[in-house]
């Protein structure tokens, strides 16, 4: 056998009884030339004719893209956006997964639809917080023998450590699937922020960021990080594409200062307000209370302290009793009261 006019080669060796041989052709290999040779009792030889076979290479697609691997703020699914070169009419595209980027697994055939654009939204039977996701797309060509890979594209698994009181620290991946990272923009999520505060941007070679949580005096006690990955380089479709990290919470000890007096005629310490850092949202609550058990102020709002005054009147200088009340970020309800003094 000979490929493409190539030095002929002993391909299989039969048997006198059989007469028939099966060839599967290599669609890649345009010119197949055969011959066969019969090995006589006598030692001498014959050949055959010679016979010719040519075939056409199917056609396969110039290009397939994965643009982006977005991950959902729950951290269950993950948005996979393709861009592929849809001139060719193919029986569906077949979508690998991988957490590793070695072993690949089909996850899904994805039918032709004549777009160059289109998505699939995966759910992955672990959470995206809890291990990052390689994904590549495998596009057949016109016959279905042979196979154009797109580009391994990985999600971001985004990593915080809340362990020093004042600064938490996060780290992620480094995204896999563009030319090239431009930046990192890093968003916070807290009851002052429910959509997400942009903290700041880093460039593509850095892979962490320091967040100062010491001037949270009224946060809640969970925090929650998310980064969007922006495309840097030259753009496929080009569309400058993003993607979003998978969503990383902490949470933060319950911290609380409470002052023992405080002046309503002096200029700076007027109020008698308790800080409060990483409590349960919405289970703080105040109470001022007379020696005598009449509740002279009340309040569920961390940012309200109490002015002295009771019913339109400064109160006397003396002690009074405070009660405090929320839950603490593990959970636990808790409950302080001791003494303030007012001083005129």
Do not use: H
């Amino acid at each position: 056998m000979s490929q493409n006019n190539e030095e002929y080669i002993l391909y299989e060796t039969l048997l006198p009884s059989e007469t028939t041989f099966t060839f599967i052709a290599n669609p890649v290999i345009e010119n197949y030339s055969f011959y066969i040779e019969a090995l006589l009792s006598n030692t001498k030889t014959s050949k055959s004719n010679l016979i010719v076979s040519s075939q056409g290479i199917p056609n396969k697609v110039d290009y397939a893209y994965i643009r982006n691997a977005s991950v959902s703020p729950d951290n269950k699914t993950i948005e996979l956006k393709f861009y592929v070169d849809a001139s060719i009419v193919v029986r569906g595209y077949d979508l690998y997964r991988s957490v590793d980027n070695i072993d690949f697994f089909i996850i899904k055939t994805i039918d032709y639809s004549g777009n160059n654009s289109f998505s699939y939204t995966d759910t992955p039977p672990t959470s995206a917080n809890k291990a990052t996701y390689y994904y590549k797309l495998m596009v057949p060509d016109e016959c279905n023998l042979l196979y154009t890979s797109s580009n391994v594209f990985s999600t971001i698994r985004l990593l915080v450590d809340g362990s020093d009181a004042e600064m938490n620290i996060l780290t992620w991946n480094k995204l896999k699937g563009w030319e090239s990272v431009e930046s990192y923009d890093i968003y916070r999520i807290d009851e002052n922020s429910p959509f997400g505060l942009e903290l700041g941007n880093v460039l593509s070679a850095e892979m962490g960021f320091e967040d100062n949580t010491s001037s949270m005096v009224t946060a809640s006690d969970k925090i929650e990080y998310y980064i969007i990955a922006n495309e840097g380089g030259s753009y496929p479709d080009g569309n400058k594409s993003e993607s979003r990290s998978s969503t990383a919470e902490v949470i933060k000890e319950s911290l609380i200062f409470i002052p023992n007096s405080f002046s309503p005629t002096d200029i700076v310490n007027n109020e008698f307000k308790p800080a409060c850092s990483f409590i349960r949202t919405g289970s703080y609550m105040l109470r001022i209370m007379s020696r005598w058990g009449e509740v002279m102020f009340e309040t569920n709002n961390l940012n309200k302290g109490w002015d002295g005054y009771f019913k339109g009147k400064i109160c006397s200088a003396q002690s009074y009793i405070y009660i405090i009340e929320f839950v603490n970020s593990e959970g636990k309800k808790i409950k302080i009261s001791g003494i303030v003094n007012l001083i005129n």
